[in-house]
């Protein structure tokens, strides 16, 4: 095994990981907040990545630089997030919360086939393709091998930004105190005053809006097309399940496990390549089934 | 035995109608089973929407034999068990005359012993899998175009006939039936035909796969002389242009036996040198008709219908409506002239000779269609703002596939490396 194989394992594994981490914290954070496993986090990252590619494309046929495209990622993020995800929380989460576990499971499942069914309906069936912001960054090249900037360095970077920047927000403000405070004991919150509701509904809008952000710094990496979200939620679940839900740093450390499994899988046993993400999840899974990260809790009755 | 009488009344009554009714019926129903959701959509909405542009045009035109066509559809998406029961309905309860069925392998290989089963002519019109007729025998069930056998031969002959010396190859296919098949039919064929080629790397990414990243460095490390991948849609859209970011093109010599269909949408993103299939001799210059009034019609009215070139399963479609023309005109003419029951359809699909948008087909024995391959290379001309195919090279069907009843891997095993100049081929440039 050569050096330079080692590095792109590494590499290729870094530059997967962080765009699954990238879609996996949201997912994440909503189910260490609010205990719901949100299936239709996958289509958010599906309307993420069509909204983006859309505004992308509109850039391109007035023949404005794609550098305004960074920001329109952003701009594409919050707008999904917030509007759909806002009235997702607000006229069907909110009437779900005291329901059985399995419910709240179906009802986000028939959500993401029906946000799936507007996807189609509303951009059709042939695949979307907006690379300009990752051709604009151009190649780095590294031992000798073309790596594009936008996937070796800029997601990374993203990844990081993402994780200290929601660490901060959740130890250093006073929403964040807020929010941590809820998922700590909501009944000790919500009897010091703090109002649950605004919680869920503001964890819920930058859960939605970072799984946008994903499918929006995906869009000029691969083809946006219908079906995509659903590789994206079986994979953002094998990461937190690996983690453990609702932890965020140790998100970011299962993702980076499962992007370097596959990068290893795809160099000395390309066979393996489809399950390794799984195959991780099972064997963290069997010896500690509260994840990587996760703390035995006890039940609260 | 008043009751009795009056049916019976009734029933004479109705006789001379029905009578009139079988001489020739208010309209020919045909189910169709396409893919209008899931990935597959690129190709099923295309043949949709040609099979709804080759319907309104056969109406126009007075319909088959006089009779009007009406289309029902069903989703192949919605998954096997809904397919197979939505194909029970249309046939049983909707008393569809003729079903085409289907794209996916997977739903054909389902449907076909359902199709004997409901004694319904199925005409088999979009999906690939040699393994239909090789491993039974069918009186209803009909492929109208041509299968995994020929469609691989084909971009391997090629290859082999213009670019002979290379030393390694590589592969990149999708994890399901088509991307393992596909790459045993040409890799069994490879080792006949050059055994001395290395195979260096196998990657079967999952279906849908979102990133290759992995698989291109490691294939821009290994740097193979050939990189063949059979995958289609989105998946190979992806891989495309993923590979063209990081310069995998100017390495290797790329062999991608689906990218007709994608050769749009790619554009400027798939450079010019690629070896290009479309399962056929399917092609909107196809450089024998290209000037002919009846491919210059179907290419504008089909871009006018839906903004695109027409790409292969719309020309599928178009053979599947061709053999269904040819089949009533035949078996008319064999019932001299009366209204032909379903059975005398059947019997009409034997042997048949029709033509879509390319060469003239013929359905052989097997109920299996003998059809041309058009293989060629992509280049960028003015005129058009993605690659168009020159150096084409046309190759008979008949060349490449197993004598009837026999299957195609043992037989592409008794081939040999004299096999690549024993099969000829029709060679065109690109003209404007």
């Known amino acids: 095994m050569s050096l330079q194989i080692l590095v792109l394992t590494v590499l290729d594994g870094i530059a997967y990981g962080s765009l699954v981490f990238l879609v996996a914290v949201g997912l994440t954070l909503v189910f260490g907040v609010m205990r719901i496993l949100n299936v239709a986090h996958g289509s958010f990252y599906a309307l993420g990545a069509y909204a983006a590619a859309s505004l992308g494309l509109v850039l391109s046929a007035y023949g404005i630089s794609a550098w305004f495209a960074y920001p329109l990622f952003i701009v594409a993020a919050v707008a999904v997030g917030v509007s759909v995800g806002g009235l997702m929380e607000r006229f069907i989460l909110r009437r779900i919360y005291v329901r059985e576990e399995y419910l709240q499971l179906l009802v986000t499942f028939a959500i993401f086939m029906i946000l799936d069914n507007v996807q189609r309906l509303v951009w059709g069936v042939q695949p979307y393709f907006y690379t300009e912001p990752l051709s604009l960054m151009g190649n780095v090249t590294i031992v000798g091998i073309p790596y594009t900037a936008y996937q070796v360095i800029f997601l990374p970077l993203v990844a990081l930004f993402i994780l200290f920047g929601l660490r901060w927000f959740l130890r250093k403000t006073l929403a964040g105190s807020l929010i941590v405070a809820v998922t700590e004991d909501r009944e000790a919150a919500t009897a010091i005053g703090i109002n649950a509701r605004k919680v869920f509904f503001l964890t819920f809008i930058i859960g939605t809006t970072l799984a946008s952000l994903g499918g929006a710094l995906a869009s000029p990496t691969t083809s946006v097309l219908p079906g995509m979200g659903a590789e994206m939620i079986v994979l953002s679940f094998a990461v937190a399940a690996t983690a453990g839900l609702g932890q965020i740093g140790g998100a970011a450390i299962a993702a980076l496990l499962i992007g370097l499994g596959r990068s290893s899988a795809v160099f000395f046993m390309p066979e393996l390549e489809v399950v390794v993400p799984y195959l991780i999840m099972v064997i963290v899974l069997l010896f500690r089934p509260e994840g990587l990260f996760g703390k035995t809790t006890a039940r609260k009755i | ?269 798939l450079p010019d040198g690629v070896i290009v299939g479309g399962r056929g001799d399917h092609y909107f210059l196809h450089p024998e008709y290209k000037d002919g009034e009846e491919l210059q019609d179907f290419v504008a009215q089909y871009r006018e219908r839906t903004g695109d070139y027409p790409i292969y399963p719309a020309f599928h479609m178009a053979q599947a409506f061709a053999a269904l023309e040819a089949a009533y005109d035949k078996a008319i003419e064999a019932n001299d002239g009366g209204w032909p029951d379903r059975e005398q359809l059947v019997d009409a699909m034997a042997g048949l000779e029709y033509r879509g948008h390319g060469r003239p087909l013929t359905i052989r024995e097997d109920n299996q269609a003998i059809e041309a391959q058009l293989i060629g290379t992509t280049k960028h001309v003015e005129g058009y703002d993605f690659p168009i195919i020159d150096n084409m090279m046309i190759f008979d069907g008949a060349d490449l596939m197993p004598p009837a009843g026999e299957n195609s891997i043992e037989w592409i095993e008794t081939l040999d490396e004299s096999f690549v100049e024993e099969v000829s081929a029709d060679e065109y440039q690109h003209e404007e």
């Open chain 2, 1 to 269: 035995m008043k009751s009795v009488s009056i049916a019976a009344l009734g029933l004479a009554a109705l006789l001379p109608f029905q009578a009139v009714a079988q001489d020739k019926p208010e309209e020919i129903n045909i189910g169709i089973t396409t893919f209008t959701s899931g990935p597959a959509s690129v190709f099923g909405v295309p043949g949709q929407e040609a099979a709804r542009m080759l319907a309104e045009n056969l109406n126009e035109a007075g319909g088959i034999q006089g009779v009007p066509v009406s289309l029902s559809f069903i989703d192949e998406g919605a998954g096997a068990e809904t397919l197979t029961t939505e194909y029970r309905r249309l046939v049983q309860d909707e008393n569809v005359d003729v079903m085409f069925a289907s794209i996916s392998s997977g739903n054909c290989i389902n449907i076909a012993p359902l199709a004997e089963d409901l004694e319904m002519l199925n005409i088999l019109w979009d999906c690939g899998t040699q393994r239909i007729f090789e491993e039974a025998d069918y009186r209803y069930n009909f492929r109208t175009q041509a299968n995994a056998t020929p469609e691989m031969l084909a971009p391997l002959l090629y290859l082999l006939k213009n670019n002979p010396d290379f030393e390694t190859i590589a592969v990149v296919n999708q994890d399901y039936a088509w991307g393992r098949d596909s790459w045993e039919l040409f890799s069994t064929a490879l080792k006949q035909l050059k055994p001395d080629v290395e195979v260096v790397g196998e990657f079967f990414p999952s279906f849908g796969a979102s990133d290759y990243s992995a698989e291109i460095s490691r294939l821009l490390a290994t740097q193979p002389d050939v990189i063949l991948s059979t995958s289609w849609g989105g998946d190979l859209d992806t891989f495309v242009r993923q590979a063209n970011q990081r310069g995998l093109f100017s390495n290797s010599q790329f062999v991608l036996p689906l990218v007709e269909s994608s050769l749009e949408r790619l554009g400027s993103d």
